[in-house]
């Protein structure tokens, strides 16, 4: 069975920081791009931080720049999302996914709140 399993969210004070972890089970994650989305109450989901198969290529979203950091562990066929001065708009349930050719995976989302 393959799927996508996001672990690491919570409740988190603005300025807090938080990891993010996406596990892989069933597929190698490291043939796949690797994506971070989020979707708050209201919104549509949005993309925030994305992972070439290679490692090679990293992109965020301008409300990522310079506080987000996406990783990846071969030997533990997961990926991160380091996320630091987290602000209450950060405030989301958030996704990781994986495609390759016309592969998509989703998982099921991990909450993230961030308020005093």
């Known amino acids: 069975q393959l799927h996508l399993v996001e672990s690491g969210g919570g409740l988190v004070q603005p300025t807090g920081s938080l990891r993010l972890s996406c596990e892989a089970s069933g597929f190698t994650l490291g043939r796949y791009a690797i994506g971070w989305f989020r979707q708050a109450p209201g919104k549509e989901r949005e993309g925030v931080a994305c992972?070439?198969?290679?490692?090679?290529?990293?992109n965020y979203a301008d409300s990522a720049k310079g506080r987000f950091t996406i990783s990846r562990d071969g030997s533990k066929n997961t990926v991160y999302l380091q996320m630091n001065s987290l602000k209450p708009e950060d405030t989301a349930v958030y996704y990781c996914?994986?495609?390759?050719?016309?592969?998509?995976?989703w998982g099921q989302g991990t909450q993230v709140t961030v308020s005093s």
């Open positions: 996914n994986a495609v390759s050719g016309g592969d998509v995976y």
């Open positions: 992972m070439s198969s290679s490692g090679t290529s990293i």
